[in-house]
């Protein structure tokens, strides 16, 4: 069956530090990746968009890399604030939907 | 503004009584979906739709239901067959359904208790 893998324990980091959330899916040929940013008791909110064809992009202080070898992402946030405190969804297309994991928890202190 | 609207925020249900959750969009999108979010999981796919009048079941459709009649609003109808139905609900947008290239927008969402 088809899986998303985010670590589900939570990841805490000084500010100004860089955060990396790792996802890792199974039985999928995904032409992109998605991640998403959620607020405790919010809809989430779209951040970035991966070909497979790209192995890196950068938004801002943001940046997802793409390895469809290794059938993994890795999500940066550089020069992490506590303004970025949240959990950060990965997202897959299964050809009718996007299939979510379940989500990373991040917390920034000062 | 544009955007995506759920509504209301919070809903409490008795137990054997249906609520209809709505979800409006005035994004001129083609696709909608529901999903439904429980602590510690992610986001279960209920149902979506890619066309007006046209609905499809998602992983988790038991005990739902829905309607697409107009292009802006998709929504959900968790009936009494729902076993549990005590969630946070999200309807989501995206430009088209068949090609998933693009981003989906999401509405505030729906916190439902049975009580």
């Known amino acids: 069956s088809q899986k998303i893998e985010q670590n589900s324990e939570a990841l805490n980091i000084q500010e100004g530090k860089t955060a990396t959330l790792t996802c890792n899916y199974t039985?999928?040929?995904?032409?992109?990746l998605q991640w998403y940013r959620q607020d405790p008791g919010r809809g989430p909110v779209f951040l970035l968009l991966?070909?497979?064809?790209?192995k890196e992009k950068r938004k801002e202080r943001l940046k997802v890399t793409f390895d469809t070898t290794l059938k993994q992402s890795l999500f940066h946030i550089t020069a992490s604030q506590p303004a970025d405190s949240a959990t950060y969804l990965c997202a897959l297309n299964s050809g009718y939907a996007l299939n979510f994991g379940k989500g990373t928890s991040l917390l920034v202190t000062p | 503004d544009g955007g995506i609207t759920q509504s209301p925020k919070y809903l409490f249900r008795k137990e054997g009584q249906n609520v209809t959750l709505s979800c409006e969009q005035n994004?001129?999108?083609?696709?909608m979906y529901w999903y439904r979010q429980d602590p510690g999981q992610g986001l279960r796919l209920i149902y979506y739709?890619?066309?007006?009048?046209?609905?499809q079941k998602g992983d988790i459709a038991e005990g739902y239901s829905v309607s697409r009649e107009k292009k802006e609003s998709f929504p959900l109808t968790v009936t009494s067959a729902q076993k549990n139905p005590t969630a946070f609900y999200l309807c989501?947008?995206?430009?088209?359904?068949?090609?998933?290239?693009?981003?989906?927008?999401f509405g505030q969402g729906t916190r439902l208790t049975v009580v």
């Open positions: 989501a947008s995206s430009l088209t359904g068949q090609s998933l290239n693009t981003e989906a927008f």
């Open positions: 039985n999928y040929s995904p032409a992109y």
């Open positions: 991966i070909r497979e064809n790209e």
């Open positions: 994004l001129n999108h083609d696709a």
């Open positions: 739709s890619q066309i007006v009048n046209d609905f």
